[in-house]
């Protein structure tokens, strides 16, 4: 089932940094956007795929989003907790509400019509599924490019006795406490 279709006047895939901070400019210009999410959450690599000792790698000051600095009493290198209510805080600023639970099946460019075509499939629980269409002049992009974890074939794994996780699936070293490497 697919609703009607939604026109703005830009969309922005993708609720990370990149796509925060685009909607944040956007707003600031007062430039009507939609911002589609497949998560349930903004910046969702660090809400669910960090391990819970996280910490940024490089120094804040190269890390921050467009018009909103870190908070000057964050450590250089910050830790996911701060970051995550980082990110929140400016996603409150800014005003930017993302349509969660909005998976971008196609993206195609209308010649005739100067615009940007998007069907989404609604994936968020409770919504019963179904499909959205939105329509903008312009189109963002933001979906990094570490959304999905990749494994990549490895001579003798399949021999391999122990256990075999991705990084995103890794969140603390406890379960491992006491055991033999």
């Not at 903004?42 to 391990?51: D, E, R, T």
């Not at 019963?128 to 794994?157: H, K, M, Q, S, W």
């Not at 996780?165 to 491992?176: C, F, V």
Request: hydrophobic content about 35%.
């Amino acid at each position: 089932m697919t609703t009607g279709v939604e026109q703005t006047v830009a969309i922005i895939v993708g609720a990370g940094p990149a796509g925060l901070s685009t909607a944040a400019s956007l707003h600031k210009l007062s430039i009507p956007y939609i911002l589609l999410e497949r998560e349930d959450c903004i910046a969702s690599l660090f809400n669910k795929k960090a391990f819970d000792r996280f910490h940024l790698h490089l120094p804040k000051r190269f890390c921050q989003l467009a018009h909103m600095p870190f908070p000057s009493n964050l450590p250089t290198f910050v830790p996911r907790a701060e970051l995550l209510k980082y990110y929140d805080d400016y996603a409150c600023r800014f005003e930017i509400k993302p349509k969660f639970g909005n998976l971008v099946k196609s993206a195609k460019y209308d010649e005739d019509r100067k615009i940007w075509k998007v069907e989404t499939k609604i994936v968020a629980d409770g919504d019963g599924g179904g499909f959205r269409c939105y329509e903008a002049r312009y189109l963002v992009v933001a979906t990094g490019e570490n959304c999905e974890p990749f494994i990549p074939e490895v001579d003798g794994l399949s021999e391999f006795k122990g256990e075999v996780i991705h990084s995103t699936r890794y969140k603390s070293g406890k379960k491992y406490e006491n055991k033999n490497m």
